[in-house]
C-alpha cells in the first residue's frame, strides 16, 4: 500500500517564497504519475500541478503557472512543490497525490498547511 506523507508547510508573508515535499513509501514510486492538490476552507479541492512518472512532463493551474515548479525524485521516492511569489490566495492545505495516470490519482497524503499572511 503506497504511503505519503507531505511536510514543508508554514507561515509565510505576501512574496515570499516556501517549499512542500511529499515522500513515498510502501509502493514503486517511479511508477506513478503524482501531483498537487490544495484545499483551501469553504472551497472545493483544486488541482494545483502534476508531473508524469519520469518528471519529463508537467501541468499547471493556470492560477499558480510561472510562480510554482513541480518536480520529483525517483531515486530518492520524493515529489517537490516550490511555491515562489505567494500570495494570500495561496492559503490552503496542501495534499499530495499518486495515480497509474495524470488523470486518476488513487492515494493520497494527509496534507500540510500553507498560510500567507502579512
Known amino acids: 500500500q503506497l504511503q505519503l506523507a507531505e511536510s514543508g508547510g508554514g507561515l509565510v508573508q505576501p512574496g515570499g517564497s516556501l517549499g512542500l515535499s511529499c515522500v513515498a513509501s510502501g509502493g514503486l514510486f517511479r511508477g506513478y504519475a503524482m501531483a498537487w492538490y490544495r484545499q483551501a476552507p469553504g472551497k472545493d479541492r483544486e488541482l494545483v500541478a502534476t508531473i508524469s512518472t519520469g518528471g519529463g512532463s508537467s501541468h499547471y493551474a493556470d492560477s499558480v503557472k510561472g510562480r510554482f515548479t513541480i518536480s520529483r525524485d525517483n531515486g530518492g521516492f520524493t515529489l517537490y512543490l516550490q511555491m515562489n511569489n505567494l500570495k494570500p490566495e495561496d492559503t490552503a492545505i496542501y495534499y499530495c497525490?499518486?495515480?497509474?495516470?495524470?488523470?486518476?490519482?488513487?492515494?493520497w497524503g494527509r496534507g500540510t498547511q500553507v498560510t500567507v499572511s502579512s
Open positions: 497525490a499518486a495515480g497509474p495516470n495524470l488523470r486518476q490519482f488513487l492515494w
